[in-house]
């Protein structure tokens, strides 16, 4: 093989390995709805979004929303993760936010909104929230009209739920709490490792049904595993600063 050849392959070796390697490191910093985006949160990340009509929206850890605002429209995806918004009032605009097949559509209020695997999950803290599928845009029904201090999921499969749970804690991120109340140790995990880079892994299968109350402060991820080892009988084992272990004591 000729040098000239040689050195081609070898070039196009290496542009394969670093194209390979571009599209592994977006993954890894949020997939590409980061592309899409307006603007985003890394993982343990929280990012407070000034809008021209005197709204704010906060994202939560590992988060993107991309805006579409015109003199008609008012309008925001949640392209991934959790957002809250204080919408500025404007009954001429209704400010519309379209997440994972869902519609929220408020004039001027305060609500939670967070897209996942699991759905869309909603409260709602002050005034009043429309929230439907994304194919009812123009109407509400199928669809529900919530107050301050309730709650509603969305699931492609069950559509617009009304739920039970506390709005206010649902919404406790913005001041750096997570708030559980007798919840299992498995769910406790899944939530502390959305702000915490790397991966949480049970070393016993049981452990993830020990029932677990109170605050966490995910500011520091090492503080808030000691508090669980403190409480319940579980061992935090750091190997790496991107793995760490729970094994029952």
């Given amino acids: 093989m000729s040098p000239k050849r040689h050195w081609a392959r070898r070039t196009g070796a290496l542009a394969a390995c670093l194209a390979l390697g571009a599209c592994v490191g977006v993954w890894a910093l949020g997939g590409y709805e980061r592309f899409q985006a307006d603007h985003f949160t890394a993982v343990g990340e929280s990012k407070l979004v000034e809008v021209e009509d005197g709204s704010t929206i906060r994202l939560n850890t590992e988060s993107a929303i991309s805006l579409d605002f015109t003199g008609q429209v008012r309008q925001v995806e949640l392209l991934r993760g959790e957002a809250y918004f204080d919408v500025a009032p404007d009954q001429e605009r209704p400010f519309v936010v379209l997440a994972g097949g ?9 609500f939670n909104l967070r897209e996942g695997a699991q759905g869309v999950r909603l409260a709602v803290l002050e005034g009043t929230v429309e929230f439907a599928s994304e194919g009812d845009l123009k ?3 199928n669809g529900l009209t919530l107050q301050a201090g309730q709650t509603a999921s969305f699931e492609k ?15 406790s991120w913005r001041s750096g709490k997570l708030v559980f109340a007798d919840r299992t140790l498995k769910t406790v995990v899944e939530e502390l490792d959305r702000y915490r880079p790397g991966a949480i892994v049970f070393l016993d299968s049981g452990l993830a049904d020990q029932r677990f109350t109170g605050v966490i402060d995910f500011s520091d991820t090492d503080r808030a595993l000691n508090a669980i080892e403190n409480t319940l009988p579980v061992d935090v084992i750091r190997v790496t600063g991107f793995l760490t272990l ?3 004591r």
């Fill in 139 to 141: 109407s509400t029904k």
């Fill in 157 to 171: 499969t069950a559509g617009v739920v009304s739920g039970s749970a506390d709005a206010g804690a649902i919404a």
């Fill in 102 to 110: 869902s519609v929220t559509r408020v004039v001027g209020t305060e």
């Fill in 246 to 248: 729970l094994r029952a």
